[in-house]
C-alpha cells in the first residue's frame, strides 16, 4: 500500500477556488483503478494551507493515475508544498 501525505499552500485568497478546482481530481481519483482513498481540504488552523491524504493499492495504480498531474493553472497558485510518498508494509485497525 502506498500513502501520499502531506500538505500545500497557496494564497489564502485563492484556498477555497483552488479546492473548487480540485473536484473533477477527487472524482477521477476515487473512481480510479487502486485507489483507497483521495482526499484535500482546507486545513483548520492555517488560512493558507491545504492538507493532502492519498491511499492506493500499489505503486503501479499510483504512477497509472499521476500520468496526468495538476493543471497548470492549479500549479502557479501553489506557494510551497511538502507532499511525502510513504510504502506500507502492513497495516490494522486502530
Known sequence: MIIISGWISVDPDARDSYLRGCV???????????????ALGADLLAADRINVYERWES???????????PSDD??????????LRHQISGSGPA
Open 59 to 69: 505503486e503501479e495504480s499510483l504512477d497509472a493515475f499521476r500520468a496526468s498531474g
Open 24 to 38: 473533477d481530481v477527487v472524482e477521477q481519483a476515487r473512481a480510479a483503478s487502486g485507489c483507497l482513498d483521495f
Open 74 to 83: 492549479q500549479t502557479a497558485l501553489i506557494r510551497d508544498a511538502e507532499v
